[in-house]
């Protein structure tokens, strides 16, 4: 299987609102793969497609034109082979932590019994084997992500999608919480594709950070990082590429506003 991407987007395009009055193109001919086993951050400015492509890439949006593969198979709905993180943990609040984590195997059909020993073992691999009996409001914000992420490695996805998943989260357990999220995927074996603002976090865990423009979203660049990890923010390397990353979005970023502002005196003038 060696050499299948685990995803490949081929010129996506995606319309919303394309019959109402005002059509807005998010991304345009997008195109990018993400190897298996490969952790692939997205970074670009608000509003340029991103949490747009991850439901594109989960089956939850349907894309305008282009095509989106899983496997080498088109992606025409949402598959338990493809799992998603939201930004703010989206637990079950009258759920046990033992309940939510093994929700999706509890469809399948797996026993309660069964279900009761994965979800103890998952939990463990998340340093929360003692709570299964929990529920989620005890809970503090980076456990319940925590949660989230246990809850997606039970049906074991080939892809992780994860949207901002630590954005809430305090600079000392977002810290804990990336070096958590690196160990997981080695364990796992999954490709996983991030979104995040912080280009820190980007340069902390990425083979890969897809840079994309302001939208319509294309890749404006794709760059491996070969530094191996844990990667030190001190290293002239890290800090070279700091550097180009807050360059590209400036850049983009810039362009986003001065667009706007176009578009908000157009507006007036009409
Ligand atoms: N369901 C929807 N219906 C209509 N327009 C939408 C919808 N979802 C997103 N959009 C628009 O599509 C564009 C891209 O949105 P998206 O949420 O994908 O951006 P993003 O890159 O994730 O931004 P952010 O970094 O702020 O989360 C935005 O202009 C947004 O207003
Ligand atoms: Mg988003």
């Not at 084997?129 to 503090?140: C, N, Q």
């Not at 980007?202 to 294309?218: C, E, H, K, N, Y």
């Amino acid at each position: 299987m060696a050499g299948i991407p685990a995803v490949s987007c081929k010129q996506v395009s995606k319309v919303w609102n394309p019959d109402g009055a005002s059509p807005l193109l998010a991304l345009d001919e997008l195109s990018f793969e993400v190897a298996r086993g490969e952790f692939v951050v997205l970074l670009g400015p608000s509003g340029c497609g991103k949490s747009t492509l991850l439901y594109m890439i989960a089956g939850l949006e349907s894309t305008t034109s282009g095509t989106i593969e899983s496997d080498m198979l088109p992606v025409t709905g949402p598959s338990s082979d493809r799992g998603m993180i939201f930004q703010e943990a989206s637990l079950f609040p009258w759920l046990t932590l033992a309940d939510n984590v093994t929700f999706g195997l509890g469809l399948r059909g797996m026993s309660p019994e069964l279900r009761r020993d994965v979800a103890s073992k998952i939990l463990k691999k998340v340093g929360l084997g003692d709570m299964l009996d929990k529920r989620p409001e005890e809970l503090s914000g980076g456990m319940r992500q925590r949660v989230a992420v246990a809850r997606a490695l039970a049906m074991q996805p080939m892809v992780l999608m994860m949207d901002e998943p630590f954005a809430a989260l305090d600079v000392q357990t977002r810290a804990k919480m990336q070096d958590f999220l690196l160990q997981i995927w080695r364990d796992s074996g999954a490709s996983i594709i991030l979104v995040t603002h912080s280009i820190e976090e980007a340069i902390s865990l990425a083979d890969r950070i897809v840079v994309f423009t302001s939208r319509p979203g294309r890749v404006k660049k794709d760059i491996r990082i070969d530094l191996e990890r844990p990667r030190n923010p001190r290293d002239p390397a890290y800090r070279r590429l700091e550097e180009e990353l807050s360059d590209l979005l400036a850049d983009e970023v810039d362009r986003a506003f001065a667009d706007q502002q176009r578009s908000e005196a157009g507006n007036q003038s009409a």
